[in-house]
């Protein structure tokens, strides 16, 4: 069994910064891609970052320049720095890890339980 516990969120004024963490745990063979969502009220689920086991990002454009990802492979953890914050950036954030099954080789994607980011105009 895989578990994603996200933290980080909160409430902040425009302008603002947080920085989410996500950290992988229970039976983990090999970590792929990993990244983060986000969906508001009303809306898709959306990419907003995405990081590989080598370190390419790829970002939305909505928060390039603003937001930065990065790992631990060490602790098998995502961050995601997002700076000057906007209230169109409030969201439920959610984490994603592509994670190797052991016996099929294949790579299956794991979701965190998301965490709520407001942020106040």
């Known amino acids: 069994q895989v578990h994603l516990v996200e933290s980080g969120g909160g409430f902040v004024q425009a302008g603002g910064s947080l920085r989410l963490s996500c950290a992988a745990s229970?039976?983990?063979?090999?970590?792929?891609?990993m990244g983060w969502y986000r969906q508001a009220p009303g809306k898709q689920r959306e990419l907003v970052a995405t990081?590989?086991?080598?370190?390419?990002?790829n970002y939305a454009a909505s928060v390039k320049g603003r937001f930065a990802i990065s790992r631990d492979n060490a602790k098998n953890t995502v961050y995601l720095q997002m700076n000057n914050l906007k209230p169109e950036d409030t969201a439920v954030y959610y984490c994603?890890?592509?994670?190797?099954?052991?016996?099929?080789?294949?790579?299956?994607?794991?979701w965190g339980q998301g965490t709520q980011v407001t942020v106040s105009s």
């Open positions: 990081i590989t086991s080598g370190g390419i990002t």
């Open positions: 994603n890890a592509a994670l190797r099954d052991r016996a099929t080789w294949e790579f299956v994607n794991y």
């Open positions: 229970g039976s983990i063979f090999s970590i792929g891609a």
